[in-house]
Each structure stands twice: as structure tokens, then as C-alpha cells.
């Protein structure tokens, strides 16, 4: 089956392999900031942006995206310069081992998007699906806010 | 200080958020093999026979190894010093299986799904064996090693894989005479890291037949020697490279996954892929080592402690990786924190059919805690006295020598254990400002949901005394630059940033001038790894002494080039009286090209037969509701004294990252076995790590100290606040609601037994 979608402001059309999820597909095309950590939905380590909503890669299956508009941190930083979330995740110390820092960026510039000035309560709603075992949220919490 | 103390971003941290390819499965491998492991249902058996023909029969399978395929070596799987305290009793793969979840065989194929196929078509014939899920029964349960083959079992026949023993002064008399005896016995779980990456292991071939492995491990230079021990394979043949990793916190000082890869590759001369699921990580990697702890104390009239006596009971589930040194790490830093003449020790650590445990942040000292903060609580509510006095009354103090510190040692005598640095008591007068003590506790507490307030105090370690050791070496270049390699392993921690920090510091330039490449055994020099809190102290240590002498040799050949006896270093000049001057980069550049040409470049080492405390203490502000036995932390407060803080913004990021994790113990994580001992929750849906709405209020704070025995005064930071949350958390319940719940972790069902 061939399917059609935009990955990072890029038009891409492919074959996909049937149970093929995006998650693999991303990582297979060398998309690494997207990551493995559970593969059932429940770390939030493999988030993209679907259409500007921050969903878990490992539970979408290729042939859902056709059309769809793909987002990950690929997209949010050249050589030069760095998204204000990256930023200030960066400035922050919102970041230690990092592994989870994409999926957290994405979630926060989904919630960012709809929302230009969140209150806490609904900064960690919007980080709710992201686990992160090193920083207890504190940082990137603040991270967002700013 | 210019850089010390101060705000420093991470030199990693560009990279990590813009996710560029630096973990260890961000790379593309040609030619590529996955591995799968057959994990085995049943919790004891001998493997009758293992038939593979069917799996072979799939397409795109190229191997399955089982135990025939193996040597019959025996070793240990703890990345410890060499040679290890741990027992050797672990195979790569045997013909018995103690545990559900126990390595059965290897499946070897061209892609994950083909090599889970394999799995499935491979047929075991298995002959159980009466299984023991109880650590209160190992000792009189059927024996679950051989008793030829491994070593370093304490008693192989009564599944004792260590034991301890320790007394100072003499605690029967002393409890006989004591006003005040105490005795409770306490209980933590099953507990998980959780580190979102999971293990993860690539090795390959290099252009000349050297094996490389490019794993998640905390232990690089451990990797190496083990896997050239396990699979006969010349140690010079092999290079270890840690890129960078997704958390660890102890779970990845293990060598599971580095020796399986290695041995694939070896055999089929592919690159291959070995990581483990999320499930496989909940039942066949290392949790938290349960323990039983039975505290008996003895105080006079004025409340001074006259007599300890501790019991353990470790269950090592059925391998003993760490058995001896976290039960020792238990003991020796509950035991060090209070002063006591009268002190006993019996530590034994057991064999279960359970999975397997190891080391997780703190290494035992969390197990000793929560059971010591919680009865020093208990005592202060018995005695009716203030539980912060009682400490503050009791805790050991600058100068002090602790004789039982060093009697425990790493599972065995040790070094002198002398206090050079404490700020304990101004840890708990300033946690008990921020927390609002007082006012909480003058709180009467009526309704349904009711608001408590307690306390714990904890030290640790800075490194293993005696055994850790960290070495750096610093190359200059013509820009002023400087190549710091270090064999410290950074996972997540920001060790990369406090060494370039100490660097920096030391030869007075800027922290972007030098270049940090870290944990690479073809390349950096050796460090025993990341664990033990030995970062900054050990290997922070090697990295000062190798900048002092390279900022030597840069004065020294300076005052060469201006012609002088006599000059100074000034930020990044060397300046003679009268003012003739030279820069590094001048200096650098004439010492390569044109003047007696030379390399700038030092080296140096640091072990240390100290291994300062630092010391925190913890408060919890929580509510329970008595409808429902749900405990709610609303704020923690964590007040510690590291001494010289070398990086604010990351000594920070450790206490706040340390707190869920034992919150977490306290209150919602803890592994479930069914009567067969298979794990039940093996998801993060049903094992419920703390998520950003689970988050209480958090307030850290450093307390000023300065640790003559460390590098500018430090002390270490990254397992310290781990060992308070629990305790003072399980305090704050009995404040609220009257409820002392002694095992871990604090479920509403418990709460709520105790209100009805």
C-alpha cells in the first residue's frame, strides 16, 4: 500500500509494510529523536506531532497517517538556532539524560500552540503521558512556563 | 571561584534537545542481526531439552543459541571492581531455570518480528523443581545453586548468598542496662529503575576483527573485562563505547545484554542488536533488593543512643549480583549516622525463585532508611519528645570517628571513617523553616481528609573507599583549547559538564574551552564507572590533578618563552613582573611549532580511602483521606549538604529526580508475583511510576559546607536524596491519621485497614 504524508515539511510517499507502526518507520528513516520506550503508549518517549496533536508513534499504524502532517524535533532547529523550547528546556536544566526531551518538547509546543500562556495545572497535563525517571518535571515544568 | 558554584549549562544538552542521534540505537548498522531472548514460565526447572529445528525452519532465522552452545563459566553479571564481592553463581545461559524470566536461549535472525516468530516455534521440555517465593523460608527450601561450579556463595546449601556480621561495644549489656528499648521490624519491595531507555547493546566487527560494543551501560571498563572473561576473548580485542544514556540509576551497571551481542557477533562474525522490552525490563532485568530490617535501639535518660542492633534479610531473587554490598551499604550508612558505642550487625542475603535484583540509586542505603527514620520517629512519638531534637540530639557531628563505618566497610573491613564535613543540623533547622513545621503540626487535624508532617534524615557515600578509582587526561590545543577524556560515564547525570567545570576552574578558562569525550575504552583512561556517587569526588579529583599539572607545564614553558624566573597564571596568561606577558594560545602554538617542541598534555589518577557523607534531610507535608486510605504528598522539602556545590541547575536536577523515584517506593511502586512467581505488573500502566500530575511541590535547598578531602570542597550529590522521601513521607501518615505503616509501599488498602 502507498501512502502519502508530510514528515517534517517534507512530501513523502512510500510503500508501507502492513503492521508497520510510525514509530518504526521514523526510526528505520534515521528519525532518532523519536525513541523507543515501551512501544504501548504509556512513556510518551516516541511523541510526534500528528496534525499539531502530540500522539504516541508507536500506537499509529502507518496506513493512518496518509495525508497527515508529521512533526518531530528534526524539524525545530537548524545548525544555527534552537526553538524557544529547546531553548529554554537547555537554559533550565529541564534536560539530564535527554532520551525523553523530544517527546516533552513536542507535547509542550502542542499544548503552546493552543495556548500561549498555560497555567502549571495544565503544563502537566500536557506532560501527563511523558515519563521522565530523571528530573521529577520540576525543571521542565519551569522549562514550559517560560 | 569563576566557574564552580555557578550556573553552567550541560555541554551535552544541545545535542539531546534537538535529538540528534547520540544514544546508543541511533546509529544504522549493515547487515544487521536482532536478538531475541526465550525467557523461561517456569520459576524452577532443569532444561530437558531444548528443540530449535522448527525455529531454524523459519525464514530469515540464522541462529538459536542455548546453554550447549555456552561454556560452563561462572561469574557475576554486577559491573563491580575487580575481583567482584558479588558471587559468582550466573551462567549465559544454563541447563536450569530459577526464575520466571530466566535466560533459556538465543534467537538470531534478520529482523525483531522474524526472531519473535522463533521464539515461539522453539519447543523446551522442562522439569520443574519446588520453587520458593518466601525469603523468610530460603534458608530451609530446597537448594537452588549447585554446590560445584559457582563461588563465592556465603552457604550454598541454605540459599545464603552473603552474610555480614559486625559489633561494636557490646549491645546485649547495653540494652540491659538501657531506660528506653525499642524494637520494629520494617519491609521494602520489589522496586523498579524505570530508566526510560531501555538496556540496549550493538556490537560489531571492526575493519581490523576487533569487537565493538556500543551499549547503555554505566560501566564501560567493566563491560570489557567481563565479556573478555565470559567468552574467552582477548580483552586487547575489544572496545567498549558508552554513547550517551537514557537514565540508568544502577540498572545498567549490569552486564546482560554486552556479553549476548558479543558472543552473536563472535559466532556469526554480523553486527547485531540486542534491547530489551519494556516487559523484559520489569521481569527479566534488576530491581530494587527487598529487604526485611529489624531494628532494636536502647537509649538512656537523656535520650542518647546507647545500643543499635540491626537484621537484615536481603532477597536476592535467584541470581546474587550486589548480594553482600548492598546489604553492606544498608548497614554501613544507617549505622553511620548516629553516634552509638553498643552496635550489632547480621546481615544475610537470600536466594528466592524471584526475579533477579541489583543495584538501583542509594545501593541499599533506601532499604536502611526508611526502617531507621521511621523507628527514630516512632521513639521520638513514644518518648514524647520533638523527632527533629531527637535527631539533632543523636546525629554524628564534625570530627567524629565512626568505628562501625569501617568495620562494615564494602561487605568487609574497611577504611577509617572520619566526619570532615557536616551540615546536618543546619539541613534539618532549614527543612524544618521551609516546610512550615510548626505550623502544620499545631494543625488540628479533624475531618476526613487529614494533614501531617514528618521528617527523615539520611547520609551516604562519595565513592567507594579504597576501591574507586577515575583517571583524566587533558591535551592542549593551539587555540587555548583543552581535550579532557575521562573514562567517567556520564548517564544523564551531567558528570561530562561538572568535569569540564573542574577543568575549566583549574586551568582558568572558559568551560567551552574544553572538549569533553567520556567512556571509551580504546580511547579515554579507566574509571571503575558511574556508581557509588563517585563522579564528582573520584573522578572530578583525577580531572583537577591532571588540569594542575598541565596548568604547570603551561607556566613553566610560559616563563621559557618570556625569558623569566618568575611569573603567574591570569585568565589564560602567563604574566611575568613588570608586565611581560604571554597567552595560552601563543604559548600552546610556539610549544608545537617553534620552540622545543613539546605536546601539553597531563594525566592522573585518584582513589580515595575516604569517602565523605553528605547529609540530607527530608520533610513531607501530606494528606490522607480516612474515606478512601489515599495518601496525597502535597509538598517535599529536601535540604542537603553536598558541600561545594559545583553545578547548582544539575545538583538540583538530581534531588528533584532522586524524590519521585522514593516516593514512588513509598507510595505506588512495588512489583507483584502471582503463586506461580510470575511477575503481574509488567507495564507502566499497572507499575506506576510518578507522572508530572502526580508531582508534588518540591523545594531543594544546599546547605554551605566545604569537604576538605574533595575537589574544590565537594561532596557527592546523586544518591543522597533518594533516602529520605520514603521515611519521611511514611512519618507524615502516622502524623496525619495515627497510621504507622512499617512495609513499603504505603497503599490506601494499608491506610485503610489501620483507620477501620
Same mark, same amino acid.
Given at each position: 500500500? *502507498?501512502?502519502?504524508?508530510?514528515? !517534517?515539511?517534507?512530501?513523502?510517499?512510500?510503500?508501507?509494510?502492513?503492521?508497520?507502526?510510525?514509530?518504526?518507520?521514523?526510526?528505520? !528513516?534515521?528519525?532518532?529523536?523519536?525513541?523507543?520506550?515501551?512501544?504501548?503508549?504509556?512513556?510518551?518517549?516516541?511523541?510526534?506531532?500528528?496534525?499539531?496533536?502530540?500522539?504516541?508513534?508507536?500506537?499509529?499504524?502507518?496506513?493512518?497517517?496518509?495525508?497527515?502532517?508529521?512533526?518531530?524535533?528534526?524539524?525545530?532547529?537548524?545548525?544555527?538556532?534552537?526553538?524557544?523550547?529547546?531553548?529554554?528546556?537547555?537554559?533550565?536544566?529541564?534536560?539530564?539524560?535527554?532520551?525523553?526531551?523530544?517527546?516533552?518538547?513536542?507535547?509542550?509546543?502542542?499544548?503552546?500552540?493552543?495556548?500561549?500562556?498555560?497555567?502549571?495545572?495544565?503544563? *502537566?497535563?500536557?506532560?501527563?503521558?511523558?515519563?521522565?525517571?530523571?528530573?521529577?518535571?520540576?525543571?521542565?515544568?519551569?522549562?514550559?512556563? *517560560? | 571561584?569563576?566557574?564552580?558554584?555557578?550556573?553552567?549549562?550541560?555541554?551535552?544538552?544541545?545535542?539531546?534537545?534537538?535529538?540528534?542521534?547520540?544514544?546508543?540505537?541511533?546509529?544504522?548498522?549493515?547487515? &544487521? &542481526?536482532?536478538?531475541?531472548?526465550?525467557?523461561?514460565?517456569?520459576?524452577?526447572?532443569?532444561?530437558?531439552?531444548?528443540?530449535?529445528?522448527?525455529?531454524?525452519?523459519?525464514?530469515?532465522?540464522?541462529?538459536?543459541?542455548?546453554?550447549?552452545?555456552?561454556?560452563?563459566?561462572?561469574?557475576?553479571?554486577?559491573?563491580?571492581?575487580?575481583?567482584?564481592?558479588?558471587?559468582?553463581?550466573?551462567?549465559?545461559?544454563?541447563?536450569?531455570?530459577?526464575?520466571?524470566?530466566?535466560?533459556?536461549?538465543?534467537?538470531?535472525?534478520?529482523?525483531?518480528?522474524?526472531?519473535?516468530?522463533?521464539?515461539?516455534?522453539?519447543?523446551?521440555?522442562?522439569?520443574?523443581?519446588?520453587?520458593?517465593?518466601?525469603?523468610?523460608?530460603?534458608?530451609?527450601?530446597?537448594?537452588?545453586?549447585?554446590?560445584?561450579?559457582?563461588?563465592?556463595?556465603?552457604?550454598?546449601?541454605?540459599?545464603?548468598?552473603?552474610?555480614?556480621?559486625?559489633?561494636?561495644?557490646?549491645?546485649?549489656?547495653?540494652?540491659?542496662?538501657?531506660?528506653?528499648?525499642?524494637?520494629?521490624?520494617?519491609?521494602?519491595?520489589?522496586?523498579?529503575?524505570?530508566?526510560?531507555?531501555?538496556?540496549?547493546?550493538?556490537?560489531?566487527?571492526?575493519?581490523?576483527?576487533?569487537?565493538?560494543?556500543?551499549?547503555?551501560?554505566?560501566? @564501560?571498563?567493566?563491560?570489557?573485562?567481563?565479556?573478555?572473561?565470559?567468552?574467552?576473548?582477548?580483552? +586487547?580485542?575489544?572496545?567498549?563505547?558508552? @554513547?550517551?544514556?537514557?537514565?540508568?540509576?544502577?540498572?545498567?551497571?549490569?552486564?546482560?545484554?554486552?556479553?549476548?551481542?558479543?558472543?552473536?557477533?563472535?559466532?556469526?562474525?554480523?553486527?547485531?542488536?540486542?534491547?530489551?522490552?519494556?516487559?523484559?525490563?520489569?521481569?527479566?532485568?534488576?530491581?530494587?533488593?527487598?529487604?526485611?530490617?529489624?531494628?532494636?535501639?536502647?537509649?538512656?535518660?537523656?535520650?542518647?543512643?546507647?545500643?543499635?542492633?540491626?537484621?537484615?534479610?536481603?532477597?536476592?531473587?535467584?541470581?546474587?549480583?550486589?548480594?553482600?554490598?548492598?546489604?553492606?551499604?544498608?548497614?554501613?550508612?544507617?549505622?553511620?549516622?548516629?553516634?552509638?558505642?553498643?552496635?550489632?550487625?547480621?546481615?544475610?542475603?537470600?536466594?528466592?525463585?524471584?526475579?533477579?535484583?541489583?543495584?538501583? +540509586?542509594?545501593?541499599?542505603?533506601?532499604?536502611?532508611?526508611?526502617?531507621?527514620?521511621?523507628?527514630?520517629?516512632?521513639?521520638?512519638?513514644?518518648?514524647?519528645?520533638?523527632?527533629?531534637?531527637?535527631?539533632?540530639?543523636?546525629?554524628?557531628?564534625?570530627?567524629?570517628?565512626?568505628?562501625?563505618?569501617?568495620?562494615?566497610?564494602?561487605?568487609?573491613?574497611?577504611?577509617?571513617?572520619?566526619?570532615?564535613?557536616?551540615?546536618?543540623?543546619?539541613?534539618?533547622?532549614?527543612?524544618?523553616?521551609?516546610?512550615?513545621?510548626?505550623?502544620?503540626?499545631?494543625?488540628?487535624?479533624?475531618?476526613?481528609?487529614? +494533614?501531617?508532617?514528618?521528617?527523615?534524615?539520611?547520609?551516604?557515600?562519595?565513592?567507594?573507599?579504597?576501591?574507586?578509582?577515575?583517571?583524566?587526561?587533558?591535551?592542549?590545543?593551539?587555540?587555548?583549547?583543552?581535550?579532557?577524556?575521562?573514562?567517567?560515564?556520564?548517564?544523564?547525570?551531567?558528570?561530562?559538564?561538572?568535569?569540564?567545570?573542574?577543568?575549566?576552574?583549574?586551568?582558568?578558562?572558559?568551560?567551552?574551552?574544553?572538549?569533553?569525550?567520556?567512556?571509551?575504552?580504546?580511547?579515554?583512561?579507566?574509571?571503575?564507572?558511574?556508581?557509588?556517587?563517585?563522579?564528582?569526588?573520584?573522578?572530578?579529583?583525577?580531572?583537577?590533578?591532571?588540569?594542575?599539572?598541565?596548568?604547570?607545564?603551561? &607556566?613553566?614553558?610560559?616563563?621559557?618563552?618570556?625569558?623569566?624566573?618568575?611569573?603567574?597564571?591570569?585568565?589564560?596568561?602567563?604574566?611575568?613582573?613588570?608586565?611581560?606577558?604571554?597567552?595560552?594560545?601563543?604559548?600552546?602554538?610556539?610549544?608545537?611549532?617553534?620552540?622545543?617542541?613539546?605536546?601539553?598534555?597531563?594525566?592522573?589518577?585518584?582513589?580515595?580511602?575516604?569517602?565523605?557523607?553528605?547529609?540530607?534531610?527530608?520533610?513531607?507535608?501530606?494528606?490522607?483521606?480516612?474515606?478512601?486510605?489515599?495518601?496525597?504528598?502535597?509538598?517535599?522539602?529536601?535540604?542537603?549538604?553536598?558541600?561545594?556545590?559545583?553545578?547548582?541547575?544539575?545538583?538540583?536536577?538530581?534531588?528533584?529526580?532522586?524524590?519521585?523515584?522514593?516516593?514512588?517506593?513509598?507510595?505506588?511502586?512495588?512489583?507483584?508475583?502471582?503463586?506461580?512467581?510470575?511477575?503481574?505488573?509488567?507495564?507502566?500502566?499497572?507499575?506506576?511510576?510518578?507522572?508530572?500530575?502526580?508531582?508534588?511541590?518540591?523545594?531543594?535547598?544546599?546547605?554551605?559546607?566545604?569537604?576538605?578531602?574533595?575537589?574544590?570542597?565537594?561532596?557527592?550529590?546523586?544518591?543522597?536524596?533518594?533516602?529520605?522521601?520514603?521515611?519521611?513521607?511514611?512519618?507524615?501518615?502516622?502524623?496525619?491519621?495515627?497510621? +504507622?505503616?512499617?512495609?513499603?509501599?504505603?497503599?490506601?488498602?494499608?491506610?485503610?485497614?489501620?483507620?477501620?
Amino acid at each position: 500500500m *502507498k501512502i502519502k504524508f508530510i514528515l !517534517n515539511n517534507k512530501t513523502i510517499e512510500t510503500d508501507i509494510k502492513p503492521g508497520q507502526t510510525l514509530l518504526e518507520y521514523l526510526r528505520e !528513516n534515521e528519525i532518532y529523536s523519536v525513541k523507543y520506550g515501551c512501544d504501548n503508549g504509556e512513556c510518551g518517549a516516541c511523541t510526534v506531532l500528528v496534525n499539531g496533536k502530540a500522539q504516541n508513534s508507536c500506537l499509529i499504524l502507518m496506513h493512518t497517517i496518509n495525508n497527515c502532517k508529521i512533526e518531530t524535533v528534526e524539524s525545530f532547529s537548524d545548525h544555527e538556532s534552537l526553538h524557544p523550547l529547546q531553548k529554554s528546556f537547555l537554559d533550565e536544566g529541564a534536560v539530564q539524560c535527554g532520551y525523553c526531551s523530544p517527546g516533552m518538547i513536542l507535547s509542550a509546543e502542542a499544548l503552546l500552540r493552543n495556548n500561549v500562556n498555560p497555567n502549571e495545572d495544565e503544563i *502537566k497535563d500536557a506532560l501527563a503521558g511523558n515519563l521522565c525517571r530523571c528530573t521529577g518535571y520540576v525543571k521542565p515544568i519551569k522549562a514550559v512556563q *517560560k | 571561584m569563576k566557574i564552580i558554584g555557578k550556573k553552567t549549562i550541560r555541554v551535552d544538552g544541545e545535542s539531546l534537545v534537538k535529538g540528534k542521534p547520540v544514544f546508543a540505537d541511533d546509529i544504522k548498522l549493515n547487515d &544487521l &542481526l536482532y536478538i531475541k531472548i526465550l525467557h523461561s514460565p517456569i520459576a524452577h526447572a532443569k532444561i530437558k531439552n531444548i528443540d530449535s529445528s522448527k525455529a531454524m525452519g523459519i525464514d530469515g532465522v540464522v541462529a538459536v543459541y542455548t546453554h550447549k552452545d555456552f561454556n560452563k563459566h561462572y561469574y557475576t553479571t554486577a559491573g563491580q571492581g575487580y575481583p567482584e564481592p558479588s558471587p559468582r553463581d550466573y551462567r549465559i545461559l544454563d541447563d536450569t531455570v530459577r526464575y520466571v524470566g530466566d535466560n533459556v536461549a538465543f534467537a538470531v535472525a534478520e529482523s525483531v518480528d522474524i526472531a519473535e516468530k522463533a521464539l515461539e516455534a522453539i519447543k523446551v521440555d522442562y522439569e520443574e523443581s519446588p520453587a520458593n517465593f518466601d525469603d523468610t523460608k530460603a534458608m530451609n527450601s530446597p537448594q537452588m545453586h549447585p554446590s560445584d561450579g559457582p563461588t563465592g556463595i556465603f552457604n550454598v546449601k541454605k540459599n545464603i548468598a552473603a552474610n555480614l556480621r559486625a559489633e561494636v561495644g557490646n549491645t546485649k549489656e547495653a540494652l540491659a542496662k538501657a531506660d528506653f528499648v525499642f524494637s520494629k521490624e520494617y519491609s521494602t519491595p520489589f522496586v523498579q529503575h524505570a530508566h526510560i531507555e531501555p538496556h540496549i547493546t550493538l556490537t560489531w566487527l571492526d575493519e581490523n576483527g576487533r569487537l565493538v560494543i556500543r551499549t547503555a551501560t554505566q560501566v @564501560p571498563f567493566h563491560v570489557r573485562r567481563i565479556v573478555a572473561e565470559v567468552l574467552d576473548f582477548p580483552l +586487547r580485542k575489544i572496545r567498549v563505547i558508552k @554513547p550517551r544514556v537514557g537514565g540508568a540509576f544502577g540498572g545498567k551497571q549490569e552486564i546482560m545484554t554486552e556479553e549476548i551481542c558479543s558472543a552473536v557477533t563472535l559466532k556469526t562474525g554480523r553486527p547485531t542488536r540486542l534491547e530489551l522490552t519494556r516487559k523484559e525490563e520489569f521481569y527479566a532485568s534488576r530491581s530494587r533488593h527487598p529487604q526485611k530490617v529489624k531494628f532494636t535501639f536502647g537509649l538512656n535518660k537523656k535520650n542518647e543512643f546507647e545500643a543499635m542492633e540491626m537484621d537484615i534479610l536481603e532477597n536476592c531473587g535467584a541470581y546474587g549480583p550486589h548480594a553482600l554490598t548492598v546489604m553492606s551499604v544498608t548497614a554501613q550508612k544507617a549505622l553511620s549516622l548516629y553516634r552509638c558505642p553498643n552496635i550489632k550487625l547480621e546481615a544475610n542475603a537470600v536466594y528466592t525463585n524471584l526475579s533477579i535484583a541489583g543495584a538501583y +540509586r542509594g545501593y541499599g542505603a533506601p532499604q536502611g532508611f526508611f526502617p531507621l527514620e521511621s523507628i527514630i520517629d516512632e521513639m521520638a512519638n513514644e518518648l514524647n519528645i520533638d523527632p527533629i531534637e531527637l535527631r539533632k540530639k543523636n546525629h554524628v557531628q564534625l570530627g567524629d570517628d565512626i568505628p562501625i563505618g569501617k568495620i562494615i566497610g564494602e561487605g568487609g573491613e574497611g577504611f577509617p571513617v572520619i566526619v570532615r564535613s557536616m551540615g546536618l543540623t543546619e539541613c534539618l533547622d532549614e527543612g524544618k523553616k521551609l516546610i512550615g513545621w510548626n505550623k502544620i503540626k499545631s494543625e488540628k487535624q479533624k475531618g476526613i481528609v487529614r +494533614r501531617g508532617v514528618g521528617v527523615a534524615a539520611a547520609g551516604q557515600g562519595s565513592g567507594i573507599p579504597g576501591i574507586d578509582m577515575g583517571a583524566a587526561f587533558i591535551k592542549m590545543n593551539e587555540d587555548a583549547s583543552f581535550n579532557l577524556l575521562v573514562g567517567a560515564t556520564d548517564l544523564g547525570t551531567g558528570s561530562d559538564t561538572m568535569l569540564a567545570q573542574i577543568a575549566a576552574e583549574t586551568l582558568e578558562v572558559s568551560v567551552d574551552s574544553i572538549i569533553v569525550y567520556s567512556s571509551d575504552t580504546d580511547y579515554t583512561p579507566f574509571d571503575t564507572g558511574a556508581y557509588a556517587s563517585s563522579g564528582t569526588y573520584i573522578s572530578g579529583t583525577a580531572v583537577k590533578k591532571a588540569a594542575e599539572k598541565v596548568k604547570a607545564q603551561i &607556566l613553566d614553558i610560559g616563563m621559557k618563552i618570556l625569558g623569566v624566573k618568575k611569573a603567574e597564571i591570569r585568565n589564560g596568561w602567563v604574566i611575568a613582573e613588570g608586565g611581560k606577558k604571554i597567552s595560552y594560545s601563543d604559548i600552546c602554538t610556539k610549544a608545537m611549532y617553534t620552540d622545543e617542541q613539546q605536546q601539553i598534555m597531563a594525566e592522573a589518577s585518584h582513589m580515595s580511602y575516604d569517602s565523605p557523607s553528605p547529609y540530607n534531610a527530608t520533610f513531607a507535608d501530606v494528606s490522607v483521606d480516612t474515606e478512601t486510605g489515599i495518601v496525597k504528598v502535597n509538598k517535599i522539602v529536601s535540604v542537603t549538604d553536598i558541600g561545594q556545590v559545583i553545578n547548582p541547575q544539575m545538583s538540583e536536577g538530581q534531588v528533584e529526580g532522586a524524590i519521585p523515584q522514593s516516593l514512588g517506593m513509598a507510595l505506588t511502586e512495588f512489583m507483584i508475583f502471582d503463586e506461580k512467581g510470575a511477575p503481574i505488573n509488567t507495564d507502566f500502566n499497572n507499575y506506576h511510576i510518578y507522572t508530572a500530575i502526580d508531582m508534588p511541590e518540591i523545594v531543594t535547598k544546599f546547605v554551605n559546607t566545604h569537604e576538605p578531602t574533595g575537589p574544590y570542597g565537594a561532596k557527592a550529590v546523586a544518591e543522597i536524596p533518594i533516602n529520605g522521601p520514603a521515611p519521611a513521607v511514611a512519618n507524615a501518615v502516622f502524623n496525619a491519621v495515627g497510621v +504507622r505503616i512499617r512495609n513499603l509501599p504505603i497503599t490506601p488498602e494499608k491506610v485503610l485497614s489501620k483507620i477501620l
